[in-house]
């Protein structure tokens, strides 16, 4: 191979990202004919692929600048020494922000039941990373969540519209503020404190990571004055960023310079009677913070993750095809085709995963309140969070892997950015071990292992694959219904059950929609039938493999 050929194989490889990366995934096409059809798909699909051209011309330039050389900015002072405590943006990154909420990811969380065009217009932000906008997406999407369905009419009327408003330049940003720097993920030792100001509060008090620090909106718990200690005594608030042009008692101590979601502002924020409302009444306020706040983040989180893997794969699968060594493609190599499978199969099976748990999420947004759905929902809210962000960082890296030395280089391909962002998104609203506790603490109390393995049982019925399946999720399920009595259980094995268990899940999904050889490789570790490392047939399952995925641009 000479210099002009090796480059003209990179340039065709750059060539293969459509134009129209909607269009061009097959599965998910496949995922979205299971559960949404008629007129609503049909615009559903003329928005996606009109957003996904914005998101290769209008985002993916932009936030590849601004993601490795742009940082935000703390203002604390405007030029006549007010304090203003602004974020400065490049401004590529209000470039980019327009288009994000033009496509209506936002807007569409004023209608219920509309999951899956947000979690689809996300998804395709996502093959950008994490671009700055995903998360201020998310977390504007879970604020006016609360809003429309827990706060008083005045409240609702006085802040969501300015939060549904698809014009970027006019449009409120919403952010949520939890975390305290004592607590981490203990939010039950919040110190912020609330107190009764006539039918308002004033928050005092500091937050400790408050990503969207440049937001209007702030979705803040805070322990009401004189309640009870623990997550039963905090409130949910909305807090305005200013009030009459100037900040309602709100500083922004400093950013946080982070490992990835580098273009996105995060920083650590000090409230001194802040004017604040109620979202809802007080006793409800943990139930509103994690029951829609956190685990709308959760799941727009597992579906960013998917985003990432889907991306990973891309550029892994067309890369291999095209780069050669030894005389030959290096897809050709056995070791090189089984790395291919294995990242197809985690960004396959990731998608899938997403895809069921996004219409838990439309039925309920919807107002479906029957107990299947909403404890299946539980359940699965949490572990696919924690499957997908992991399967994103794994399928990243093992991409970086296929690209040698070059996937290590910032100006080569996006793997380094998808790469830092996926370890950030494996923190994001409870680390793994924080979701697996509330899994086992959920199991205790409430009936949701059932509904759990009924999604998987009904996803595999009637393919291949619905006897293994079923074998291979008896011993999860074995082991979680122990997880309910035996905490020293729970604590050493609760997430190999969880594993085990997502894994099925993501199988059966995958069977259901046509593919198969996909879901027999995922559940080939679980020793279902075969032994991954020892089959003589390994070359024909991953060829299996990498034919149902399809090669991008082919």
């Not at 974020?87 to 909420?101: L, Q, S």
């Not at 999407?141 to 006085?158: C, M, P, W």
């Not at 609330?194 to 004033?202: K, N, V």
């Not at 994690?290 to 889907?310: E, F, K, P």
Request: hydrophobic share 45%; proline share 4%; with cysteine.
């Amino acid at each position: 191979m000479t210099y002009d050929t090796a480059r003209q194989a990179l340039r065709a490889w750059r060539d293969e990202l459509p134009a129209d990366p909607y269009s061009d995934d097959r599965l998910l096409a496949d995922l979205l004919d299971l559960y949404v059809d008629g007129d609503r798909r049909a615009a559903l699909d003329a928005t996606a692929a009109a957003f996904a051209r914005d998101v290769t011309a209008v985002i993916a330039p932009r936030a590849a600048r601004y993601d490795r050389r742009h940082d935000p900015e703390h203002v604390p002072y405007d030029g006549l020494g007010e304090r203003i405590d602004a974020v400065e943006f490049d401004p590529g990154y209000h470039e980019a922000g327009a288009a994000v909420w033009a496509s209506r990811v936002v807007a569409h969380s004023g209608e219920a039941g509309r999951a899956f065009e947000q979690a689809t217009l996300l998804l395709l932000l996502s093959l950008e990373g994490e671009a700055g906008h995903a998360c201020p997406a998310t977390c504007t999407i879970g604020l006016a969540r609360a809003l429309r369905r827990r706060a008083s009419d005045d409240v609702r009327e006085r802040f969501l519209p300015a939060l549904l408003d698809p014009d970027y330049a006019r449009a409120a940003r919403g952010a949520q503020f939890l975390t305290e720097v004592q607590g981490g993920s203990d939010v039950g030792a919040n110190a912020c404190v609330a107190t009764p100001d006539g039918d308002l509060f004033r928050i005092s008090g500091e937050k400790w990571f408050c990503s969207v620090a440049d937001a209007d909106q702030f979705f803040v718990t805070a322990r009401v004055a004189g309640g009870a200690a623990g997550t039963a005594g905090l409130g949910s608030f909305v807090v305005p960023r200013e009030i009459d042009g100037r900040p309602n008692g709100f500083r922004l101590r400093r950013l946080k310079d982070k490992l990835g979601t580098r273009g996105l502002a995060s920083g650590e924020i000090d409230f001194t009677e802040a004017v604040a409302w109620p979202i809802g009444a007080l006793s409800d306020g943990i139930r509103t913070a994690v029951g829609i706040v956190l685990n709308t983040s959760r799941w727009m989180t597992a579906v960013g993750s998917a985003g990432l893997a889907r991306r990973a794969r891309r550029e892994a699968v067309a890369y291999a095809h095209h780069r050669e060594a030894f005389g030959q493609r290096i897809e050709e190599f056995g070791s090189l085709r089984r790395l291919l499978a294995a990242i197809c199969a985690q960004a396959d099976g990731s998608l899938a995963l997403v895809m069921a748990l996004t219409d838990l999420e439309d039925r309920l947004d919807a107002g479906a309140t029957d107990p299947a759905t909403v404890a299946a929902h539980r359940f699965w809210v949490n572990v696919a969070k924690y499957l997908a962000s992991r399967q994103a960082t794994s399928a990243v890296r093992d991409a970086i892997e296929v690209l040698g030395g070059n996937g290590t280089i910032e100006e080569f391909s996006i793997l380094p950015r998808l790469y830092r962002d996926a370890i950030v998104y494996e923190s994001w609203e409870g680390t793994h071990n924080v979701l697996a506790a509330q899994v086992m603490n959920d199991l205790k109390r409430l009936e949701l292992l059932e509904p759990a393995a009924d999604l998987v049982r009904q996803a595999a019925a009637g393919t291949p694959l619905a006897a293994a399946i079923d074998e291979q999720m008896a011993p999860a399920l074995a082991g979680l219904a122990r997880c309910r009595s035996d905490a020293e259980h729970a604590a050493w094995h609760g997430r190999d059950h969880l594993d085990r268990l997502g894994v099925c899940a993501e199988a059966a999904l995958l069977a259901r929609a046509g593919r198969v050889a996909t879901a027999q490789w995922l559940l080939a570790p679980l020793g279902a039938g075969y032994d991954v490392g020892t089959d003589a047939g390994l070359a024909d399952r991953v060829d299996a493999v990498l034919a149902e995925a399809g090669r991008p641009g082919s």
